[in-house]
Each structure stands twice: as structure tokens, then as C-alpha cells.
């Protein structure tokens, strides 16, 4: 219970930076997408940088988690080719709804249904691609996801 | 309170100490994608809602809390000028697109932040290619449209 808390109290924080960023502004996206402006590639570079140090001092100092006591650690996974084409295929769903997974939430906190028909693909997206898989790629896969903490 | 668009040097930072504190509280990873797998899961499976559930359903919170104080006053943005002006294609158009990026995510094992922000900050090899393929698809894909559809680059 206090795993999910955690998780609420991350995820309000990080849906009202998306919205204050206006990020959840599909115009932001497509202009960031045209590079006509650095500033979404900014906030995911020094985002990117912030984090990869703290985690860092995290492990390096074998800190052991507040809620579940667990070691701070996770493992590394090795590319493969449905890391290239499916992420393909979410580009092209993000470059024509100029939003993702995480700012379509916020986007829709905001009142702003336009975003429910996307989250609405979006369950079906990940249901039929869990159908359509096989079998062998969706064992190795949650193997993996797993191990990644993904 | 009347306060602009958060510039980069804040939001930036703040997206990476969620990274941080949601490692340091409980090892997991922020990353929206999994929120979906769960709900999707639950309703097809009658599975019991997760850690990545609760993280989607806070993003969903996030931005209420963000209208409500104070973003009040921000620019309602729409599709226009984006998308066909007719809104049933408009529908249409955006529920494929978001089918696209649940089918395409979930093969990938991560979206923007769950391979953008948090793979890539842990050194994913994975992650990075996932990141790169998605950045340099997106970025060509919507230059071709607005060369195709005549708007100014």
C-alpha cells in the first residue's frame, strides 16, 4: 500500500510539471518534434542528468529504500530489434497526437478530453500487442522488463 | 497567482528528483506506460492495480491540481491547425495514433519516460536505442508532414 502511495504522490508531482511545462500542450510537442525550440530537450536533458547522478549516489552509498527496505539497485538491458520498430510505430503515434503516455494523463487532468480518445488507443494499443505476440517474445520480454525494472 | 510556463532549468530538475525519490522510496521506475498495462490488465483480467496504476493515476491528478490553482487561466490548446478540422476524423485520427503508441510502447517495453527520462538516466543500452529511434522517427516523420502539408518548417 505504501508501494502505490509512493507511486500517486510521484506521479501528481510529475503530472503537474508536465501541465506547468506545457507539455501536455500538443503544439509544444510538434514544435519540439519541427526543432523549432530546445525547450523540451532541455527539460528531458537536465531531467535525464539530475537523475542519472542521483541514482548514482544512491547505489554508490547502498541506500536501502524508505518504503520497501529493499537495496537501490537495478540491472541493464541489452538491446534488441523490438526496441527499434516498436518504437517506430510510438513515434508515429506521437508525432500525429503531438502527446504520450504520461502528458495525455495530465493532459486529460486538465479537462482537456481531447486527450481520452488517445488514452482510450492507448488500452486497446497495449492489449492487442500482448495478443498478437509471440508467445517466446513475451516471456523473454517480461524477463527482461523485469530485470530492467521497467 | 499569475505565474508563466515553468521554464526547463526547473522542470527539468524536477522531473529528475521524482526519478530520484521514487528510487530512493520504493526502487521502481517512473515510467507511464506500465500505468496502462495495468488498467488494460485489470479490466481484461480482473488483475489488482499496481505501483505503475496509482503513478498514472497521480499524472491524471497532477494536472486537475495544476488547472486548479495555478494553471486557471492557461490557454486551452486544441488540434487545430494539427489534425483535420472535422471532428469525427479527428477522433478517429487520434485514437489510431494512440493505439499506434500503446502497440508500439509495449513492444518496446517503455515510452517517452520510461526509456527517455528513466532508462536513459540508468544507462540503458536498451533504453538508448529505444530513446534514439523515437526522437530521430518523430523528428523526420514530422518534418515530412509539414513539408507534405506545405506548413512553414
Known amino acids: 500500500m505504501k508501494t502505490k502511495a509512493t507511486g500517486l504522490l510521484g506521479g ?3 503530472g503537474f510539471t508536465l501541465a506547468w511545462a506545457r507539455l501536455t500542450d500538443p503544439r509544444v510537442i510538434r514544435d519540439m518534434l519541427l526543432l523549432n525550440e530546445p525547450h523540451v530537450f532541455l527539460i528531458m536533458g537536465s531531467a535525464v542528468a539530475i537523475a542519472a547522478i542521483g541514482v548514482r549516489v544512491l547505489k554508490a552509498r547502498g541506500a ?7 537495496a537501490v539497485g537495478w540491472s541493464l538491458e541489452r538491446p534488441a530489434t523490438r526496441h527499434v520498430t516498436g518504437s ?38 497495449v492489449t492487442l500487442q500482448r495478443m498478437l505476440a509471440p508467445r517466446k517474445d513475451v516471456e523473454a520480454h517480461m524477463r527482461a522488463a523485469a530485470a530492467a525494472g521497467l | 497567482m499569475v505565474l508563466g510556463r515553468c521554464p526547463w532549468y526547473i ?14 522510496t520504493a526502487n521502481r521506475p517512473l515510467g507511464a506506460l506500465g500505468g496502462y498495462i495495468d488498467v488494460a490488465e485489470h479490466i481484461t483480467r480482473r488483475s489488482r492495480l ?5 503513478l498514472l493515476a497521480g499524472i491524471v491528478i497532477g494536472g486537475a491540481l495544476f488547472r486548479l490553482t495555478i494553471g486557471a487561466s492557461s490557454p486551452s490548446p486544441s488540434y487545430s491547425g494539427l489534425l ?11 485514437v489510431v495514433a494512440g493505439f499506434a503508441m500503446g502497440v508500439g510502447a509495449r513492444a518496446a517495453g ?3 519516460s520510461g526509456h527517455g527520462l528513466t532508462g536513459m538516466s540508468l544507462g540503458s543500452p536498451a533504453s538508448i536505442v529505444a530513446a534514439m529511434t523515437f526522437f530521430g522517427t518523430a523528428v523526420w516523420l514530422a518534418h515530412v508532414w509539414a513539408w507534405l502539408t506545405g506548413a512553414s518548417l
Open chain 2, 110 to 112: 517503455g515510452c517517452t
Open chain 2, 50 to 54: 499496481g505501483f505503475s496504476a496509482f
Open chain 2, 11 to 24: 522542470a527539468g530538475p524536477m522531473l529528475g528528483v521524482v526519478i530520484v525519490a521514487l528510487r530512493a
Open chain 2, 84 to 94: 483535420p478540422a472535422d471532428p469525427i476524423l479527428q477522433l478517429g485520427i487520434l
Open chain 1, 64 to 70: 536501502r529504500c524508505l518504503v520497501t527496505g529493499e
Open chain 1, 12 to 14: 501528481v508531482v510529475f
Open chain 1, 88 to 125: 517506430m510505430l510510438f513515434a508515429l503515434g506521437w508525432t500525429v497526437a503531438g502527446t504520450c503516455p504520461g502528458p495525455v494523463a495530465a493532459m486529460i487532468g486538465e479537462g482537456r478530453l481531447v486527450g481520452v480518445p488517445v488514452a482510450v488507443g492507448l488500452l486497446a494499443g
